[in-house]
C-alpha cells in the first residue's frame, strides 16, 4: 500500500524532463568526444602526409643536385662547329640548375608547413640541402670563370691545375662516395632523422 502511493506521488512531468536533460548532455558529451578523435585522427593524417611529402621531396632534391653534377654533357654540333662550345656547355648547366631550383621551391612550400606545425627544428633540418645547392652553384660559377666565360679581354684567370681539381670534386659527379656526394647524403639524412619518426609513428 504505501509502495503504491509513493509511486503514485512521483511528479512524472518533472522525472522525464530529468531523464531528457541527462539523455542530451549524455548525446553531447558523446558527440564532443568523437568530434576530438576525428579532429586528432585528421590531423596526424594529415601531418603524416606532410612528414611523408618532405622526404620524398628531399629525395628528389638530391636527385636533381647529382643531375646537374652528370659529367656527360650532350653537346649540339651545330653550336660547337659554330665555335660556341663554352656557350653550349653553359646553357646545358643552366637547364639542370632551373630543375634543382623547380624541386627545391617545391620543397620550400612544405618546408613552410612543417615549421607551422613543428616550429624551427622541422624548417633548420632543411638547412644542409640548401647549403649543398650553394656550394653546387658556386662551384658551377668559378668552373665557368676558371675558362674565361665571365672575364673580359685581358682579363687574368687563375686557373691553377690544383684549384680545377679542388673544384671539379664539387662540379662533377663520380659515385655515392665521393666527397661532395656523401655531404648531400648526410644532408637528406638531417631530413630522414626529423621526419622519419612521424612517419613510422603513424
Known sequence: MNLCIAISEIDWSLTKDVFSIIGTVGALIIGTCGLFTWRRQLRGTSEYELAKKAVLKAYEVQQALQVVRNPMLYLSKEEVDAGRRLEEEQRIYDERMSSLYE????????????????????????????????????????????????????????????????????????????EFSQKIIESVRKVERFFGPKIRGK
Open 103 to 178: 624541386k627545391w621551391t617545391e620543397l620550400q612550400t612544405i618546408r613552410l608547413e612543417a615549421k607551422a606545425i613543428w616550429s624551427d627544428s622541422a624548417h633548420n633540418c632543411f638547412n644542409e640541402m640548401q647549403q649543398r645547392i650553394g656550394d653546387l652553384r658556386g662551384a658551377i660559377w668559378l668552373h665557368f670563370w676558371m675558362k674565361g666565360a665571365y672575364a673580359g679581354p685581358g682579363a687574368k684567370v687563375d686557373s691553377s691545375p690544383d684549384r680545377v681539381i679542388e673544384n671539379n670534386k664539387v662540379v662533377y659527379f663520380v659515385s655515392d662516395d665521393d
